[in-house]
Structures are given as structure tokens and as C-alpha cells.
């Protein structure tokens, strides 16, 4: 059974910091292309920044230099830190992964709410 289970979210003041976490269980997270989505209230999800099972990096022009994505493949696990929020960042945020070679073979996790406020 496939699980990508996220956390770390939570109510941030302006300027702060959260790091997320995404723990996968039942796929082989080593060829899995892993992604962080957000969707604010009424707005579509977006792609926030996702990392290539190599490394390689993609982001948000709206997030760039201020998140940082990052995979341990001992761990399955995917993280996101998010340094100097701000209100535009207030969304739920998703983990998603998809197969390298197989793009169809794609899963989500359940989300995370990341409220910034004062």
C-alpha cells in the first residue's frame, strides 16, 4: 500500500520558517520523482518545487531563494523548508510522487495546512 504522509505544518508569524516532511512507504522512493503542491482558498494547486530522484531541483519563481527541497533516500522521506514567509504562502501543501520512468504511477499525500499570520 502506497502512503505519503506529511507533516510539519502549522500557524508561522510573517518572516518565519517551517520545514515539512513527506515519509513514503511502498514505493521505490530512489526512481520517484518528488514534489511539493500548495492550493490556497480558491486558487488551483500549484507546484511549489519538486526534486528529481538525482537531484536536480525545480522551483516556483514565487518561492526561489526561499524554499529549499531536499530528499534522504535512506529515510523515503522529502522535506521542504520554508524560510521568510509570508502571507501569499498560506495554502494547504502537498507532497506528491511520481514514478521517474512511468509518470502515470503517481501519488499524493493527504496535505498539510501552512497558515502565516501575525
Known amino acids: 500500500q502506497v502512503q505519503l504522509v506529511e507533516s510539519g505544518g502549522g500557524l508561522v508569524q510573517p518572516g518565519g520558517s517551517l520545514r515539512l516532511s513527506c515519509a513514503t512507504s511502498g514505493v521505490a522512493f530512489r526512481v520517484y520523482v518528488m514534489g511539493w503542491y500548495r492550493q490556497a482558498p480558491g486558487k488551483q494547486r500549484e507546484l511549489v518545487a519538486d526534486i528529481s530522484s538525482g537531484g536536480s531541483t525545480n522551483y516556483a519563481d514565487s518561492v526561489k531563494d526561499r524554499f529549499t527541497i531536499s530528499r534522504d533516500n535512506a529515510k523515503n522521506t522529502v522535506y521542504l523548508q520554508m524560510n521568510s514567509l509570508n502571507a501569499e504562502d498560506t495554502a494547504v501543501y502537498y507532497c506528491?510522487?511520481?514514478?521517474?520512468?512511468?509518470?502515470?504511477?503517481?501519488?499524493w499525500g493527504q496535505g498539510t495546512q501552512v497558515t502565516v499570520s501575525s
Open positions: 506528491n510522487g511520481r514514478h521517474a520512468l512511468q509518470p502515470k504511477m503517481a501519488y
